[in-house]
């Protein structure tokens, strides 16, 4: 604010009203509350995997302000998350060093913004279908610590793009296979990489489109629920898989002799089986996948892996202290270890050791298979950009998940029928996760 003026004498009579004597117009005090700006690292636009530096200058000293962030997906449904800042004494705001005072999340995290968007529709995900065009993100600065009542200070928008540019996208129809290979901008050969997604089919490509990015020649393959294949996954033929593989191991931008799979839930499943059936897999990334063959027969030649069977009558669901439903073997109440205080992030807690059948309440078998069927609808999601946080608990941050890192020494195809795991383990395998 610029200094009251005098007459010569002194200063002016406090009681004299400011404007009374300096009129401003209407435009130049528009500009004084925009006075402040917002700067994006890189500027315009940037891939989804690549870090976003943000900072706010030309701040009050100390001020404090509201950051919020939002985008639509490809069917309109809004994402937003917020936090509340205080500039530091220069009157300058970096997400890197200034920890979030509460919001969508709290403390120190330079990326909060966009991880922690939730979305307005009720259990919504977020899922990018065309890597062809980027989500675009709007961020704010807004006076004070209210998310929706402090004046606009600051705006940008910021592109997210899932190509790197020079990528190239190739959709794939060889024989039977149905993908969509990625390719690095240069020639190759590169690394190559089978990315196989879970339950839900179609054809997902956000996850090889950012590997291809960092190098890598990657094949997104679909594998039921897609353009000619089957609907359903009743059956999984290892011949299917071994076509995809021998056409990315020919590809003359691949470089042999081998190439490495990435799967997530069902996925990881098939990509174990296909390193215990199939030749050239030299490395392989499996992200909360079964060890045995779930809910479908998986064949190859004149081999069968049977689904696992399910001992209803050995199902006890119990309901955690962080309220999350789990199917660990019942203990009694001392066995349990102390639960200390419970998590900020957590805001609501079930009570513990409560004990769920589903096979004494038609009501709660209904509640589980709805449950079944919701997370199954989900498979698709984004594990390589920042998830939504309801899906991780009201408050959490990123639930825990199992992943194997699989490194591959001289598995040979057509052995014996065991678990995949087991089959794995006694060819030389090493399981890390």
């Known amino acids: 604010m610029r200094p009251r003026p005098t007459n010569g004498n002194g200063p002016s009579h406090p009681a004299r009203d400011?404007?009374?004597?300096?009129?401003?117009?209407?435009?130049?005090?528009?500009?004084?509350?925009?006075?402040?700006?917002?700067?994006?690292?890189?500027?315009?636009?940037?891939?989804?995997?690549?870090?976003?530096?943000?900072?706010?200058?030309?701040?009050?000293?100390?001020?404090?302000?509201?950051?919020?962030?939002?985008?639509?997906?490809?069917?309109?449904?809004?994402?937003?998350?917020?936090?509340?800042?205080?500039?530091?004494?220069?009157g300058?705001?970096?997400?890197?060093?200034?920890?979030?005072?509460?919001?969508?999340?709290?403390?120190?995290?330079?990326?909060?913004?966009?991880?922690?968007?939730?979305?307005d529709r009720p259990f919504w995900r977020l899922i990018k279908r065309d890597v062809?065009?980027?989500?675009?993100?709007?961020?704010?600065?807004?006076?004070?610590?209210?998310?929706?009542?402090?004046?606009?200070?600051?705006?940008?928008?910021?592109?997210?793009?899932?190509?790197?540019?020079?990528?190239?996208?190739?959709?794939?129809?060889?024989?039977?296979?149905?993908?969509?290979?990625?390719?690095?901008?240069?020639?190759?050969?590169?690394?190559?990489?089978?990315?196989?997604?879970?339950v839900g089919g179609g054809l997902l490509e956000y996850r090889a489109s950012l590997l291809a990015g960092r190098g890598f020649a990657v094949l997104a393959l679909a594998y039921y629920n897609y353009d000619d294949l089957p609907k359903s996954m009743d059956a999984m033929r290892m011949e299917y898989f071994?076509?995809?593989?021998?056409?990315?191991?020919?590809?003359?931008?691949?470089?042999?002799?081998?190439?490495?799979l990435l799967g997530i839930s069902k996925g990881g499943e098939l990509g174990l089986a296909m390193a215990s059936f199939l030749k050239g897999i030299k490395a392989a990334v499996f992200i909360n996948g079964s060890v045995g063959a779930v809910g479908n027969t998986i064949n190859y030649k004149d081999e069968t892996i049977p689904p696992l069977s399910l001992l209803r009558d050995r199902i006890k669901v119990r309901m955690t202290a962080t309220g999350r439903a789990s199917s660990m073997p019942m203990r009694s109440p001392n066995a349990y270890r102390p639960m200390g205080k419970r998590s900020p992030r957590s805001s609501y807690t079930q009570k513990q050791g409560t004990i769920l059948s589903p096979l004494t309440s038609p009501c709660t078998r209904l509640?589980?298979?709805?449950?079944?069927?919701?997370?199954?609808?989900?498979?698709?999601?984004?594990?390589?950009?920042?998830?939504?946080?309801?899906?991780?608990?009201?408050?959490?941050?990123?639930?825990?998940?199992?992943?194997?890192?699989?490194?591959?020494?001289?598995?040979?195809?057509?052995?014996?029928?065991?678990?995949?795991?087991?089959?794995?383990?006694?060819?030389?395998i090493r399981f890390r996760g």
């Not at 793009?161 to 020639?187: I, S």
């Not at 939504?388 to 639930?399: A, E, I, T, V, Y």
């Not at 890192?405 to 794995?424: F, N, S």
């Open 242 to 260: 071994e076509e995809a593989v021998n056409y990315l191991l020919s590809h003359p931008e691949v470089k042999g002799p081998g190439i490495g």
């Open 18 to 90: 400011y404007y009374s004597w300096s009129p401003v117009h209407p435009l130049q005090l528009v500009q004084l509350e925009m006075m402040a700006t917002l700067n994006l690292e890189p500027a315009g636009r940037s891939c989804w995997d690549e870090p976003l530096s943000i900072s706010v200058r030309g701040l009050a000293p100390e001020q404090p302000v509201t950051l919020r962030a939002a985008l639509r997906d490809e069917k309109g449904a809004l994402f937003r998350a917020h936090a509340r800042y205080r500039a530091d004494p220069h």
């Open 367 to 428: 509640a589980c298979m709805s449950w079944w069927v919701l997370i199954s609808s989900l498979e698709g999601s984004l594990s390589l950009m920042p998830w939504p946080r309801w899906m991780h608990g009201s408050n959490s941050r990123l639930s825990s998940t199992n992943t194997w890192v699989v490194r591959i020494r001289g598995v040979q195809a057509g052995e014996m029928a065991q678990p995949l795991k087991a089959r794995l383990t006694n060819k030389n």
């Open 132 to 198: 062809q065009t980027p989500f675009v993100v709007e961020l704010e600065v807004l006076d004070g610590h209210e998310p929706d009542g402090g004046r606009l200070l600051a705006r940008a928008v910021h592109e997210r793009h899932f190509m790197a540019p020079g990528v190239r996208r190739v959709p794939v129809r060889e024989g039977r296979v149905r993908a969509t290979l990625f390719l690095p901008p240069e020639p190759g050969p590169y690394p190559g990489i089978v990315d196989l997604f879970g």
């Open 92 to 119: 300058e705001l970096d997400l890197a060093r200034a920890p979030a005072l509460g919001g969508s999340f709290a403390g120190l995290e330079p990326m909060g913004l966009l991880w922690a968007m939730e979305p």
